[in-house]
């Protein structure tokens, strides 16, 4: 592109922003992002640059729309996160359930920016007690944290995830809304295959997240059960299976857990399932749906305190 022409398109750009239609910026800007890859990184400096000399009332709005459309020219979103590098936080809290992430961005974390609704899997991205902290929904069950957790490993460069979700009680002495800290997961599962390990791999959390979770816990004074977790791949199984684990000393059962300690174990990160016990399958107990989104607040505030120690 000759300098006159750039210097015709910077200009036509310019009033196009400058104009009150500015706010509809990232719309515009984003149907004719494909249009502008052909051109250099020196003129999306110079338009960046200009912007300052030529936007007066609409350039904060405009700017960092400009910035993430070029940080996305740099890094391409997964096929199941939006996320442009550099927007998820170091430590993620990852609930299950995509709503209960969305309470704990709304009532838990400052200035909570939300990065991701693709295929509903909420993502935001704020503060808590200012540390970057992010929290992301996973889906149900080991594949779809399978593959979440391992994007924000592998692809986002994330150090660490804390799960917090629903479990069922299976211990004697496991009770309805009591909060279980994983110390490992046994599995029902055949994930560990893709590893092509010579014997049975134990899924195991992070010590130091485990420690520091139990600290918080006693800090907080909060109750905590610590044990080992089930993480099956069937959740209606007839007979029931849990008596004969309950023999082992499995405290509580659900779906995730040994997929995130084994994909934070291959990539050399860490990991931690914090869990509330929602029903208690071998006595017929159980909370309400409601109940499992909104008011499990205990688990919740040991994840955010361990993860801004």
Not at 3 to 23: E, H, I, M
Not at 90 to 113: C, Q, S, W, Y
Not at 266 to 287: F, M, N
Request: some cysteine; glycine content about 8%.
């Amino acid at each position: 592109m000759t300098g006159k022409a750039l210097r015709q398109y910077r200009t036509k750009s310019v009033w196009r922003l400058c104009t009150p239609s500015a706010c509809k910026f990232p719309v515009i800007f984003h149907k004719n992002a494909r249009e502008y890859i052909q051109y250099s990184l020196r003129f999306l400096f110079h338009l960046t640059k200009n912007l300052t000399t030529h936007l007066s009332h609409n350039l904060c709005a405009v700017l960092p729309n400009l910035i993430s459309y070029v940080k996305g020219l740099i890094f391409m979103a997964t096929p199941h996160n939006a996320a442009a590098k550099g927007d998820i936080a170091k430590t993620v809290l990852m609930p299950g359930d995509p709503l209960r992430a969305k309470f704990i961005a709304e009532h838990f974390l400052e200035n909570a920016v939300c990065y991701n609704t693709v295929r509903g899997m909420y993502g935001y991205t704020g503060t808590y007690h200012g540390v970057p902290v992010s929290v992301q929904g996973s889906g149900m069950g080991m594949p779809s944290i399978g593959i979440y957790s391992y994007e924000l490993f592998h692809e986002y460069d994330v150090d660490r995830i804390l799960r917090i979700g629903t479990a069922g009680g299976v211990a004697d002495h496991i009770h309805l809304r009591d909060v279980v800290l994983g110390q490992a997961a046994c599995t029902d599962s055949n994930y560990a295959a893709q590893y092509h390990l010579a014997g049975t791999y134990a899924p195991i959390a992070s010590f130091a997240l485990l420690e520091q979770a139990y600290q918080t816990a006693g800090r907080l004074g909060i109750p905590v059960h610590v044990g080992n977790l089930l993480s099956t791949d069937v959740f209606y199984n007839e007979p029931s299976p849990l008596p004969q684990w309950a023999k082992m000393g499995v405290l509580a059962t659900e779906m995730e857990s040994a997929a995130l300690y084994m994909n934070a174990a291959a990539a050399g990160k860490e990991a931690l399932c914090i869990v509330t016990v929602s029903d208690c399958p071998l006595r017929g107990e159980s909370t309400t749906a409601e109940e499992r989104q909104t008011s499990f607040t205990d688990m919740m505030r040991i994840a955010l305190e361990t993860a801004c120690a």
